[in-house]
């Protein structure tokens, strides 16, 4: 029996990338997410710390749903190890405000086993 | 007996990045270094983990004793509970090589006491 071995935090990382900067976001999240990763954002809400694929890809969904983004910037991967940091700066519309805005933030990725164990945002101040 | 409350990661998040906007890298580690501060670097050599403020200020002495620095652009700080990233973009020459360069990196710092327990470098590929 043969096993093919895990991609590396580097081949995850520079795949993750790319895929996000053809605006690929919730495709990336699929082909990494570990079964029972783990995404914090900042903050105390029910949203702050989801555990597990259906309820993170819950997140992507709605957060998909409620906001149009008219372009991304995308600086990164920056390796360390099993973790990297993606920097994000979106040009978007949250659909509930209607106004135009930039969302600055990093993610910090932690890759287990070729598989996004945990992500974490950090939000620009 | 009165004793002065921490500093909160956001206010030392938008201080340490104030200090290093002004070229003031040293005196930000000075600062904000706890004495039992933990810093690493990505790979395997004697200075990717480091320990204890005289470890950690002797890597600092070190790097700016050995590398030219003509600009830094910084992003951030991104803040999530005790933790924050910031984002150098760093024109600079290493003494060693002569040739002027663009250093892409983020660094990912956390917060105990209003100070620096660890931080964490993460380098752009």
């Given at each position: 029996m043969s096993t093919t071995p895990s991609p590396s935090t580097q081949d995850v990382a520079t795949d993750l990338v790319a895929l996000c900067k053809a605006g690929k976001f919730a495709e990336a999240g699929e082909k990494?997410?570990?079964?029972?990763v783990v995404s914090v954002e900042p903050g105390?809400?029910?949203?702050?710390a989801l555990k597990g694929l259906d309820a993170v890809r819950g997140k992507t969904e709605w957060w998909e749903a409620n906001n149009e983004v008219h372009g991304v910037e995308i600086d990164g991967p920056y390796v360390n190890g099993d973790q990297f940091v993606v920097r994000f700066k979106m040009d978007m519309t949250p659909k509930a405000t209607g106004q135009r805005t930039t969302m600055d933030e990093t993610a910090l990725y932690t890759i287990k086993d070729g598989k996004i164990a945990e992500e974490r945002f950090f939000y620009g101040m």
């Open positions: 990494y997410w570990a079964p029972d105390e809400g029910d949203m702050a």
